[in-house]
């Protein structure tokens, strides 16, 4: 079983650490599966302790074999009671903390609660900001997750040209694409941050129902199977002469990669031609200012300008009440990690950011129009991690 190395491990907690310190935060207990992963390597625990100093402790109520096995920390231990922890994290120096830091977005408000009550904290202090801003930049370690992640989407172009046919559906086409990534390591999840932040692996909708506005923070992605998702494919069949939207995301490993791609069966008309071609140049075009010397912000104002340019502002990012005011995010071990281009995110772009770009249409009468792709920001240009073709598929 491959584990995240050791130096890997440390370096993550030392980053974590210095914020800790930075914020007078003591003590940070860590919840959430995807930030457990991040910093210990396993699941497969309770609770993740790691305070402003010292080593971190991993404890674990059931599995603490499997713990072992999968995270090379060196502090895993077995507990049984939750109040037992202060006690044993003494054991460990750690000493009694004052400002208690927990990921308040996820968990819930009675375990807040009973760790309050446990520590006997003056203070919780919120430690997701910290734990997104920790993650934004990806190791080497990780980036050949990310490229292994990429591999997956590649194959999006020929699965289409060999599924896509009139008649069949959305489901059952975007079933045949989905058994090929899992049979091509796709973990089979994709990852969301956020209260009722859910999506299939992939959006297939044809013509208008992709338009349908969407509960999860995306521009638009079909009805979905029934209203309790309200999102993904459907049973409608899909027509000749229909645009048909492949919004799809990859995850090898935990490592997610969003990448867009349209198709249609027969000639498009001169006005879907017209409109893929400018937002093939958009896409060019905006991605020039994925560099380290451009805030998030101003990327999404620059976008804004684009579409002006090439006269696509009554369709941008939406129309009606269906709008959204952004114009791409982080990807990583989740889906919608930082940055955000958006308004009023002022921080810079940096070196290890991997960003999905997505500047699309909303057209009414044809349904959505534009790419997607994923790049990693270097201290040059960005490199373009997903790399299917960007041609209108045409079967």
């Given amino acids: 079983m491959e584990k995240i190395p050791t130096e890997e491990l440390a370096t993550r907690i030392k980053k974590l650490q210095n914020k800790l310190k930075h914020k007078q935060i003591d003590l940070a207990i860590i919840i959430d599966n995807i930030n457990l992963y991040y910093l210990s390597g396993t699941i497969q625990a309770e609770y993740l302790c790691v305070p402003q100093q010292g080593e971190p402790v991993l404890l674990v109520r059931n599995g603490v074999e499997r713990a072992k096995a999968e995270s090379n920390l060196k502090n895993i231990v077995k507990f049984g009671r939750s109040k037992e922890i202060p006690e044993q994290l003494n054991q460990f120096g750690s000493g009694t903390p004052s400002n208690l830091g927990l990921e308040v977005d996820v968990v819930a408000y009675q375990d807040v ?29 990780e980036l050949q997750f990310v490229h292994q992640s990429a591999a997956q989407l590649e194959l999006l172009p020929d699965l289409i040209k060999e599924y896509l046919t009139e008649g069949i559906s959305e489901l059952e086409l975007s079933a045949l694409i989905e058994a090929k990534l899992r049979k091509n390591g796709h973990v089979g999840l994709v ?150 281009l958006a308004p009023g995110f002022d921080a810079k772009l940096q070196p290890g950011m991997i960003i999905a770009l997505e500047p699309k249409l909303l057209v009414p009468e044809i349904g959505l129009i534009g790419i997607e792709n994923s790049y990693l920001i270097t201290e040059g240009e960005a490199e373009c991690l997903t790399t299917a073709s960007e041609e209108l598929i045409i079967v």
């Fill in 113 to 141: 609660l009973k760790l309050e009550k446990i520590f006997g904290v003056d203070k919780v202090s919120g430690v997701t900001g910290l734990l997104r801003e920790l993650r934004m930049i990806k190791s080497d370690y």
């Fill in 191 to 340: 990852e969301m941050r956020g209260l009722n932040n859910k999506i299939t692996i992939g959006i297939c909708a044809a013509g208008k129902n992709a338009l349908q506005p969407v509960k999860t923070d995306a521009l638009a992605g079909g009805s979905g199977m029934y209203p309790g998702i309200g999102i993904g494919p459907t049973e409608k069949k899909i027509a000749a002469g229909e645009l048909v939207l492949f919004d799809y995301v990859s995850n090898y490993k935990g490592y997610h990669l969003d990448q867009t791609r349209l198709a249609m069966i027969g000639q498009p008309s001169a006005k879907v031609k017209e409109l893929y071609q400018k937002m093939v140049k958009f896409q060019l075009e905006l991605k020039n200012y994925l560099t380290a010397d451009h805030s998030w912000a101003d990327i999404y104002q620059q976008s804004l300008k684009l579409a002006e340019k090439l006269e696509v502002s009554d369709y941008y990012l939406g129309f009606g009440d269906n709008q959204v005011k952004f114009v791409g995010h982080g990807v990583g071990l989740e889906l919608n990690e930082f940055p955000f």
